[in-house]
C-alpha cells in the first residue's frame, strides 16, 4: 500500500511569488491535514479537508489556501510568499470518517526556502 | 490558550540505556493523546494513540502511559538503539471535528553508541 506522496520534495521560491504544494493521500483515506513545520515554531496546523470540503482551520492568514479534488488528493497555495514561509510542509493522511482517534499517516514534506 | 510541552529539550543516552520523556498539555476539551518520532527531514511516524481513558500503550519498546486529571503523559523507551535518535513529538487533538492537532515542540533523543 503507498504511502503519502508530497511533490516536489524541494522548492525555491522568491518573496512575492505564488507556489502549490501537492499531497496524495493513502488510497481509500478521505482526510487530508496539512502542517507547516519551522526550527522556532514546531509543528503548526495549517487545515484539514474532508470530502473536498475544509473541515479545520488553523491560525494562519488568507495567504494559505487549500483544496482537495474528488479523488481525495489535496493541493497548498501560499501566495505572495515572505522570508517567514520558509518552512517544511507536511501533509498527513487519515481514513477521518469522523473518529477521533483514527491514525495519521504523514508524508515526507515539502522543504520550501523563500529567497 | 491550547498549549503542550516536552521535556527535556534534549537528551543523550547511551545504547542500551532506558529513557522517559515528559509531556504536559493544557489542551481542552481533550480527544486523545499522540507520539510520534520524526527523523531529521523525514515526516512524523505515529507510536502511540491513547484516549483520556487509556492508561498504558505499547508498542514494541515504545511503552506510552497518560493521567489525564493531571494533564501529563510520558513516553519510556526501553533499551534504546542507536536507530532511537530522533526527535519525538507529543500531539493532542482537542475534541473537535478531525484532525486538529496542537503540537508539542519535540524532544532532540541521541542515542550514543
Known amino acids: 500500500k503507498a504511502g503519502v506522496t508530497q511533490t516536489p520534495r524541494y522548492l525555491i521560491k522568491t518573496r512575492g511569488q505564488q507556489v502549490t504544494l501537492s499531497c496524495s493521500p493513502i488510497s481509500g483515506h478521505r482526510s487530508v491535514s496539512w502542517y507547516q513545520q519551522t526550527p522556532g515554531q514546531g509543528l503548526q496546523f495549517l487545515f484539514e479537508y474532508f470530502s473536498e470540503t475544509q473541515r479545520n482551520k488553523g491560525n494562519f492568514p488568507g495567504r494559505f489556501s487549500g483544496r482537495q479534488f474528488s479523488n481525495s488528493r489535496s493541493e497548498m497555495n501560499v501566495s505572495t510568499l515572505e522570508l517567514g514561509d520558509s518552512a517544511l510542509y507536511l501533509c498527513a493522511s487519515s481514513s477521518g470518517a469522523g473518529q477521533m482517534n483514527t491514525e495519521a499517516f504523514f508524508g515526507q514534506g515539502t522543504r520550501l526556502t523563500v529567497v | 490558550k491550547n498549549q503542550v510541552e516536552q521535556s527535556p529539550q534534549s537528551l543523550i543516552i547511551l545504547e542500551g540505556k532506558n529513557c522517559t520523556l515528559q509531556?504536559?498539555?493544557?489542551?481542552?476539551?481533550?480527544?486523545?493523546l499522540r507520539w510520534y518520532k520524526q527523523d531529521t527531514g523525514r515526516g512524523p511516524v505515529s507510536l502511540t494513540i491513547m484516549t483520556f481513558s487509556e492508561n498504558t500503550k505499547s508498542n514494541g519498546r515504545y511503552t506510552a502511559t497518560l493521567d489525564a486529571d493531571t494533564k501529563q503523559s510520558s513516553l519510556h523507551i526501553t533499551a534504546s538503539q542507536l536507530s532511537d535518535s530522533a526527535s519525538y513529538i507529543c500531539v493532542v487533538a482537542d475534541y473537535n471535528y478531525g484532525q486538529n492537532f496542537v503540537f508539542g515542540p519535540g524532544t532532540r533523543l541521541s542515542v550514543l553508541p
Open positions: 509531556c504536559n498539555y493544557t489542551v481542552s476539551p481533550f480527544s486523545n
